[in-house]
């Protein structure tokens, strides 16, 4: 299948993520030119000095007008409409893709267009960012070696989906095809669920009347635990509520996993503990070696 050489890439919304793939795509020499538009015009101006992006949009359709892919890298639930309106009024694109880390209602929403505009949608999210926010962040090898999933729907055409992967191995990333659904409950469990988790302990804590004593002498577990509790709360209050059922699902289970716990506590039962223990830090050793093979691979 033919493939755009030096496409233009654009961008709606120029947050860390929006940001740092258009950076990325400048250092590769990927594209022929990148626009962005975004609501806040300080942020394109910020963008544009930093040498982010080459030029600014007035409007979405001007934009559209003027790229071969769209990317559209907006707040959770902002994404839907925008989606829609980015495909209800394609301009010259032929690719319209996103970094939404919640995937089902934006697909379910694209079926719902005619075949022909649908077409243009290959469902795309990073598994990368940072606690960090806003274009000032944006680092140019957030992505690089790290896995990108796209989630293509049978709306989704061959040619779309071979410039959305065109357009996220051109700055090192990896890329992994997969079901909406199971996307969904997997980024529930992996990164949705954990920090939720963070911000109830760190919230719980901190209106706790030992907080000072508890802050004071807090050590490195629980700043490497709680770090993602300095994530951006409006993006993540919005990832919960779009992934809901998922994220519900999870909770639930986890729920259990901890009663068990605390009844193993209240009832002094040591070999349930260890076993627990024991089991967790076998698996999570698994994750590190894996994480560490990935990483050498990537250099």
Not at 66 to 75: E, S
Not at 126 to 139: F, H, K, L, N, Y
Not at 239 to 244: E, F, G
């Amino acid at each position: 299948m033919a493939l755009i050489d030096l496409p233009r890439v654009g961008f709606v919304g120029l947050g860390l993520i929006g940001g740092s793939l258009a950076l990325a795509l400048r250092e590769s020499g990927f594209a022929r030119e990148i626009v962005a538009f975004d609501v806040a015009t300080e942020t394109l101006r910020r963008g544009q000095e930093m040498g982010v992006i080459d030029r600014a949009a007035r409007s979405l359709p001007e934009l559209m007008a003027a790229v071969d892919i769209a990317v559209l890298a907006t707040p959770t639930l902002a994404s839907e409409g925008l989606l829609l309106e980015m495909l209800r009024n394609p301009g010259s694109t032929q690719c319209v893709t996103d970094v939404a880390s919640v995937k089902g209602n934006l697909c379910s929403a694209a079926a719902k267009l005619a075949p022909e505009l649908a077409a243009l949608y290959t469902p795309g999210h990073p598994i990368a960012g940072s606690e960090r926010s806003g274009v000032s962040a944006a680092d140019g090898e957030l992505f690089h070696g790290q896995r990108v999933i796209l989630t293509p729907g049978d709306f989704t055409a061959d040619s779309s989906l071979a410039l959305a992967t065109q357009l996220w191995t051109s700055v090192g990333a990896r890329v992994q095809l997969m079901d909406v659904g199971e996307h969904d409950a997997v980024l529930a469990a992996t990164s949705h669920l954990p920090h939720v988790l963070a911000y109830a302990l760190v919230d719980a804590l901190a209106q706790s009347p030992l907080r000072d004593d508890i802050f004071r002498f807090a050590a490195g577990g629980f700043r490497d635990f709680t770090r993602i509790a300095s994530s951006d709360p409006v993006m993540w209050r919005d990832i919960a509520l779009a992934n809901r059922e998922a994220l519900l699902a999870s909770l639930d289970e986890f729920s259990g996993h901890l009663d068990t716990l605390r009844a193993a506590i209240d009832s002094g039962d040591s070999e349930k503990l260890e076993s627990t223990f024991r089991t967790a830090k076998t698996a999570r050793d698994g994750f590190a070696r894996e994480l560490a093979r990935r990483e050498s691979d990537a250099r």
